[in-house]
């Protein structure tokens, strides 16, 4: 059974941080890469970061420099550091396994989500 909670979200001003956390249950998350994902209302999931199971990492231009991922795969979980946040960054974050590998799987599965919130 695979199950994902994410944790960490909040109010936080303009340059603040905060860290999120993905605990991650079942083989399926454990073993293929893993991704953070980002959602606001009316607006497709977007991809803001994956890393592979060996910590190998890739992030797309609008986090690049600013949001960091890392996995322990001892404890199962997955974080994502976000530095120097702005307004934009306001969303639902969500983790998952990569797009490459919820595709090739068929993988419907979401968690609820944590959300942040990025205002002064």
């Known amino acids: 059974q695979v199950q994902l909670v994410e944790s960490g979200g909040g109010l936080v001003q303009p340059g603040g941080s905060l860290r999120l956390s993905c605990a991650f249950s079942?083989?399926?998350?454990?073993?293929?890469?893993m991704a953070w994902y980002r959602q606001v209302p009316d607006n497709q999931r977007e991809l803001v970061a994956t890393?592979?199971?060996?910590?190998?990492?890739d992030y797309p231009d609008s986090v690049k420099g600013r949001f960091t991922i890392s996995r322990n795969n001892a404890i199962n979980t997955v974080y994502l550091q976000m530095d120097s946040l702005q307004p934009e960054d306001t969303a639902l974050y969500y983790c998952?396994?990569?797009?490459?590998?919820?595709?090739?799987?068929?993988?419907?599965?979401w968690g609820k989500g944590t959300l942040v919130t990025v205002s002064s």
């Open positions: 998952n396994a990569d797009p490459e590998t919820m595709e090739k799987y068929g993988m419907e599965y």
């Open positions: 079942g083989s399926f998350f454990s073993l293929n890469p």
């Open positions: 890393i592979t199971y060996y910590g190998n990492a």
